[in-house]
């Protein structure tokens, strides 16, 4: 992955043979499935990771860092939470 501009730039394009999960974890930001070579994303919200533990939810981890749950499924999808799973909760 790259900056478009420079080292401050807040949009990046994906390269080949990148996965979502990669970008995931070089941007620490939320990324679709369906990202494709040369795609353009930006990066310019901030985003906490959380690690889910046993017994949570969208719900309690909302309630912890004091946003709405409806935040929450919009950012991470409506997807299980699990342990381990990250979360990525806005700061």
Do not use: W
């Not at 999808?77 to 806005?90: A, M, N």
């Amino acid at each position: 992955m790259f900056t478009l501009v420079n080292e401050n730039s807040k949009y990046f394009r994906v390269k080949r043979g990148q996965t979502a999960k990669e970008v995931e974890a070089a941007l620490c930001l939320p990324v679709p499935c369906g990202v494709y070579a040369g795609e353009i994303i930006s990066a310019d919200a901030e985003y906490k990771v959380h690690s889910a533990k046993p017994f949570e939810n969208l719900k309690t981890i909302a309630e912890l860092y004091n946003v709405a749950e409806a935040e929450l499924i919009k950012i991470n999808g409506e997807k299980p939470v699990y342990p381990t799973r990250r979360i990525y909760v806005p700061k």
